[in-house]
């Protein structure tokens, strides 16, 4: 079972850079879209039903803005769309299909990197998150929750950690928020299980500015977490860069697992 993340920074920009074609040779199972940055009438037939998947968008009230989605080569049993938070829902942040006993999630957290408020926003959701994911591993069901967290859980995970000390992505209180998802929640970075010394490597997003790309002075915030049996089945996690579809690189996940 394949599963491939991918924040878009816009599903238009991203599409008109090849993702289509690029996406049938992946054969995907499930594809987790975050910043759609569109809603359901801007979309064309194409991209509402991709390569024959199902698709499912959470899309935010504000036009060009966040939002997220599934494709689904197999008809989900349910979607749920949104937290059951109006702030959040509002801002298209969480999809999730469940198909028998596995569930996967397409997940965009809040960046605080604009403003101080948004900064707030970002620790809101977070609290609110938390819980919610801890629920979700006492289900009883295989979950993966999959997306851009805009954290980088620690110092391998980014370049220049030691002047993003300050910086949002990398404050200690989000790092340490992230360890308790995995600690004390109990879900498992299937990725940083197949790849636990990876550093270069490992990055997922780069900035537009000062030749970040071609230095690869990048981050680590698109990740895969999984509870763990179904985290124990993974056995591939590549990070695709070999094709530019935005500033996040596709981040795919092969697990031995039939839903």
Known sequence: MRIISLNLNGIR???????????EAQQADVVCLQEI???????TPEMLAPDGLAAYYHCA?????????????????????????????????????DFGTLSVVSLYLPSGSSSPERQEAKFRFMACFLPLLAEMAKEGREVIVCGDWNIAH??????????NQKNSGFLPEERAWMSRVLDEAGWVDVYRRLHPEATDACYTWWSNRGQAWAKNVGWRLDYQLATPGIAAT??????????RFS???????????AA
Do not use: M
């Not at 939002?67 to 702030?87: M, Y």
């Open 13 to 23: 920009s991203a599409w008109n850079k090849g993702l289509l074609p690029w996406l």
């Open 37 to 43: 940055k569109a809603q359901t009438g801007d979309l």
């Open 61 to 97: 009230e504000k036009k060009g803005y966040s939002g997220v989605g599934l494709w689904c080569r197999k008809q989900p049993d349910r979607v749920v769309e949104g937290l059951g938070h109006g702030e959040f829902d509002a801002e298209g942040r969480f999809i999730r299909a």
């Open 154 to 163: 620690k110092e391998i995970d980014l370049r220049n950690w030691k002047s």
């Open 234 to 243: 993974a056995r591939t996690a590549t990070i695709w860069k070999e094709t």
């Open 247 to 257: 500033d996040h690189a596709p981040l795919i996940i092969d697990y031995d697992y």
